[in-house]
Every structure is written in structure tokens, then in C-alpha cells.
């Protein structure tokens, strides 16, 4: 057996990335992108990164539209290593199905969910965080990595650490204290002053059995909807759409956070959410031959005269004339120019069109 | 017979608009844009206006690779009113040429010469002012009309006014003093606040024959070889490669005015050579429909949050959030983007693609 005993790699590949438009789009999302000019998608990446933890125990959770590109980036997967949703209904859902998938095959199955659509640049420190982090889901706590903060981030959840526990093969290991939301930029400063916070990436590793468990203290019909779906497939036309659209954050690492039952790894490992094109730039350097200019694409599609910007290209060139501090999104149909700080309301563009009917451009 | 007895208007359709870059292109320059929106473009808006002066007496001089797209602009113009360059020799010998050939069809003939793509928005004061031109010419001057100066501007060459001439039918009329080039930007600002200077829009209204004569008092050979052609169209491959490239303004204008015979018209008439993004952006109104954008294009095409900018769209959705005062020019394969004061650099990227060999994108 390859990797950790035990230990099953889900990969939710959901999320519109609406902040990412008009590269990620409703019908081509964030995960089907190579954003960083890896030369591999972000989903790709995501299930490089777990192969050697999980070996062929891995879980692929997706939108029905998306299977067929999901297969074709993952060609090496089973036929039932892929699931498909038949509509979006937020992570617990999605978790929670793979955790009743997965007990029925191994009922001591440890999951770890990763977003297909994150970026972790030190595979090495990821690894130790898991191999961490399965140790402390096998004595039936809910675990979480908390990235140590590189910035006061406002765009992320944070993680109040708790007291150290003393577990062995777990020597990072510390009881959550509390979830917090996203924070204000004030706010942010003195968390990431205090030393005591950790950003929310929103991985999880947890006891498949454990997770339905939890999950069952306050939605129980839920667990038992995902369960039956889990045993007789037939039945996902009928329960999926009546179950509630909830984050696991929410649904599950709250609650059991309130009650202790919720333990964290801290790491530094140069993860991101890729949120917006602040957050992917900052992912990118400066091109060798487009002086100032960050380009995303081939770099002779850009010419620049006393120029910066984060560009990415969209198969025609691109020239930049004294401009300064700019992010230029080119793409087939649509073109996006802003500046950094105000790439979070790219969204407001996305729900401008889907207000105008013009989903096509979505 | 319509129109100022005995007056020919000739139309140099030729440059290279590279300040206009990516819109005018080597194959499709200015002249065949519409670049104002007027449903127009700038040469069939220019034999729009030249019309009513000239009726059917009105002649084009254009490149031979725009041949067909000039006869497709003007339909109703007769097969020997549109002259062909086998290659660009400036406009010397284009006006030239075309002075010789009317002087075969009309020894009395006085043509006018103006370029196929600048804008004049007050056709009542062009009018006037090529009726006075009219006059002067036929009394053996070199006429240019000189516009009144709306701004300081560094891209004209000025005209110095010299003395009054007491001319029937042409009460405006003044001698030329001086041609003078163009100024750098106190300069500019200068001859403005004096008074005494208009702009040189290249407009000339003079005899055939005298322009040919005042040509051949520094150029005989050329006088000679245009008119060797005029009268016979097969000399056009041997004798028009073997003509120097000037402009009429050194070859003709200046040493005729030195010499006291050249008189201008001063008028005021919304003139605008359109020589780059800035003058374009000054001749276009704000979107009624995209808040502090102009846009040329339909104006569906741009959404715009917290954003000023001039915007020529190129079929995509153009999507600006929280940018000022850019210049974003869209075609199908490059897209410029700028600030007002850098326009006049927009032809060094022509120069940059040129020196690359990607001619297809010049």
C-alpha cells in the first residue's frame, strides 16, 4: 500500500471562482486552470501532491457539468474514484458524501479533504502536516491545518490555537480554540501579531465514520441521506436536492470545535486559495523579458514601455504604455482590467452580467 | 455645374496612422476607419464634405494596396478619379501628380487639397473659408487655410499671419508670414496667447498650373516627370520610384511664402487631424450609458465600476474596475493599453513588431 495506511485524499472540485473572472468561468472553473503557469491545472496539481499520501485512495467530488474535463485531467482515476454532484450544495454535502462512500469501503477509512483549486509550494512541510494530522484523526478528533500567516489576510478564516497536546507522532499538535470569521484589516493585524492565530485553509482530516458522526449531533437527517445515497446511487436524484446547502465549517468544525473536539496542526507551507488576482499575482514573478511586468501566458504576447502589471494574455498581443500598477485579464470574450486593490470586486462584473442575462460571459 | 466654378478637390488618401495603432493598420489605415462613430468613415465623411464644393470634380490619390477598399468607400466615384501610388513618395509628389492631370482636364483649374482622414465638425465655416481660398487662388497665390487654435497644441505645425490683403470675396484673408514647425510646449502656449498664429492642417487651394510652376522653380525635373506621367499613365512604373519623397510644405509652401505667395484664410471649423488617442478621445462624448467612459463602440460592450477611460472595443465585453484616465484599444489580435499624455508613443510599438518582423500585427 502506497502512502499512509488508511488514508483517503477527497478532492472537492466546486467553487465558480467569480473573483477570478474572466479567466474562471461557470462552465471552466478555477480547478480546470493552470493559473500559476505551472503547466499543470490546479487540480492536477492538488492530486500530484496527494498521490504519494493516498496512492489510488483518492476521491474526486464534482459538479455533474464537470466530469467529463475532471476524467480528462485525471485519467488514471477509477470510474467510481469521480463523483458527481448533481447540483452545488456547499461542502459538508460534498465531504459528507465521500465520508459515507468511503466508510462503506474501509470502515476505518481517515479522510483528508483538499481543494482542488489551492496551491501549496512546500510539498515537504504539507506532507509532515498530514502525516501530523492522521495521527490525531485516528483518536476520533476532527483535525485541521492551520497555515501560518505570511500577511494580515482579510480574505481568510482564522484558527485561534488552544492549548499543545501531547500526542506522539502529533508534536505540533494543539487543541482549536475557536473559529473566527474574516477578520477587518485591523482585526487581521492582531492576529497575526499575537502569534496565536493560524489562517483557515479549510482542510480537513477526519474518520469517515467520525465526520458522519458529527455531522449526525445536529443534522441527523442529512448523515442518513448521505448514507442511503452512499449504499443505493439511485437514490441521489431524489435526496441531494433536499439537502441543506451548509459549509462544513459550519455544519461540523464549529460545533465539535465548541465541544474540544477539534485539534490543529500549524504549518507553514506556502499554501494559497488563489482568491483573486491580487492573491494569484503575488503567486507569479516579474517576467525576464517584459521588465515590470508579471505575465501569465506566453511573454511575447506582451510588449511594455515603462509599464507595471499582472497580465494575463489571451492569444493577442498585448502592449502597455506608462501604466502603472495594473491587472489586464484578456480572454476569447472578455477582457478585464483593474488595479490590485480592488480585485475583490471582480465578482460584482459576474453579477452584473448574470443580472443582465448575458450568462454566456460567465 | 454644382458647386465653386472651375474648383477640383483632391483627396491624398494615404499615411500610415501608426500613432493610431491598433486600430489603423498598414492594410486598413486611418482613413478607412470610421474612428469617430459617425457611421462614417473619415474618407467617405471628407468626400462628404468636399461635394457640395466640387460636385464631380473631385480626385483621390491613394496607395495601390488601398485601391479597391477607396473605390469600395466611394462607389460613385468614375474610374479615372481615383489615381493609384505605386509606392509612397510623401505628398509632393501625390498633390503634384494630381495638378498635372488636372491641368490637362482644365487649365483654369484650382484644386484643394485635403488629407482623406481629418474631421471638421463646422461644415458652414469650411465652406466659407475654401470660397475665399477660392479667390486668392485664382489671383496666381498659394492659399492655406489656417485654423484657430483651441488648445496649445505640440502636434501642428503654426502658420505666422502677416499683413492684411484687401481682396474682394476674400474679406479674411492674410498674407502667410511664416511657416513655423512644431513648437515645443511653451512655445505652443506662446503663439497662442499672441494671436497671430494659426494651426497648418495641410489644406492648400491653389492653380494647377501655378503650383506645378512654383514646384518647378526648386524641383523642375519633378514638374517635368509628374507631368510626363499625367500625360501618359505608362511612365508611372519607370519615373514615379525615381521621385524624391517631400513634403508639398518644404517643397512648395515654405519657399513661396519666403518669396510673398502664400496667402492663408484663417478660420474656425472644429478641425482635428485625429493624429493620436488623445485628440481622438477629445472628439467624443462621455457614455450616456457607461459613467465617465467614452466609449467607440457599442456601448453594451464596456462595464465600468468607479472608472474613467476612452474605450475602443473590438467585439469582447470590456469589464474596467476602479482605473482612471486610460486609453484601452481593442482589435481581434492586440490590444493597447495607455494614458492620454504617452498617445504620442503608441507608433514606438509599431516600430517594436516592425523590428520583430511581426508584420502581421503592424
Chains 1, 2 share one sequence.
Do not use: C
Not at 158 to 167: C, D, K, N, P, T
Not at 321 to 326: A, E, N, T
Amino acid at each position: 500500500m502506497t502512502g499512509i495506511d488508511g488514508f483517503w485524499a477527497v478532492i472537492p472540485a466546486g467553487g465558480s471562482g467569480t473573483r477570478l473572472w474572466p479567466l474562471s468561468r461557470r462552465d471552466y472553473p478555477k480547478f480546470l486552470h493552470d493559473l500559476t503557469g505551472s503547466g499543470q491545472t490546479l487540480l492536477r496539481a492538488t492530486y500530484d501532491r496527494l498521490e504519494p499520501l493516498a496512492g489510488d485512495r483518492i476521491l474526486v467530488v464534482t459538479g455533474a457539468a464537470h466530469l467529463d474535463a475532471v476524467r480528462g485531467q485525471l485519467p488514471m482515476l477509477a470510474r467510481d474514484a469521480v463523483v458527481a454532484e448533481p447540483s452545488p450544495r456547499d461542502s459538508m454535502p460534498a465531504i459528507g458524501l465521500a465520508a459515507a462512500i468511503l466508510e462503506r469501503r474501509d470502515p476505518e477509512a481517515v479522510l483528508g479533504s483538499f481543494a482542488a483549486d489551492h496551491v501549496v509550494t512546500d510539498t515537504e512541510a504539507f506532507d509532515r502536516a498530514i502525516a501530523e494530522a492522521v495521527v490525531l484523526a485516528r483518536r476520533g478528533d476532527l483535525v485541521t491545518i492551520g497555515i501560518e500567516p505570511t500577511r494580515p489576510a482579510t480574505g481568510f478564516g482564522y484558527i485561534r490555537l488552544g492549548e499543545a497536546l501531547s500526542v506522539e507522532g502529533a508534536p505540533s499538535a494543539r487543541r482549536v480554540a475557536d473559529f473566527v470569521e474574516k477578520p477587518d484589516a485591523d482585526t487581521a493585524k492582531d492576529y497575526v501579531a499575537t502569534g496565536e492565530y493560524r489562517w483557515n485553509a479549510g482542510m480537513f482530516v477526519v474518520g469517515a465514520t467520525t465526520l458522519l458522526e458529527m455531522l449526525a449531533e445536529e443534522h441527523p437527517e442529512m448523515t442518513s441521506h448521505l448514507r442511503t445515497i452512499a449504499g443505493d446511487e439511485s437514490r441521489m436524484r431524489d435526496l441531494w436536492p433536499a439537502l441543506r446547502k451548509i459549509a462544513i465549517d459550519h455544519a461540523v468544525a464549529e460545533p465539535a470545535a465548541r465541544a474540544g473536539r477539534v485539534s490543529v496542526v500549524p504549518a507553514a507551507m506556502g499554501w494559497d486559495d488563489i482568491g483573486d488576482f491580487t492573491s494569484l499575482s503575488d503567486l507569479i514573478e516579474v517576467s525576464e523579458t517584459v521588465p515590470g511586468v508579471k505575465v501569465i501566458g506566453p511573454a511575447d504576447d506582451v510588449i511594455s514601455i515603462d509599464s507595471t502589471a499582472t497580465v494575463a494574455t489571451g492569444g493577442r498581443l498585448i502592449a502597455l504604455i506608462g501604466v502603472d500598477d495594473l491587472v489586464v485579464v484578456d480572454t476569447q470574450d472578455a477582457l478585464l482590467i483593474t488595479r490590485p486593490e480592488r480585485a475583490q470586486e471582480v465578482k460584482k462584473i459576474v453579477e452584473t452580467l448574470t443580472a443582465q442575462g448575458r450568462l454566456e460571459l460567465t
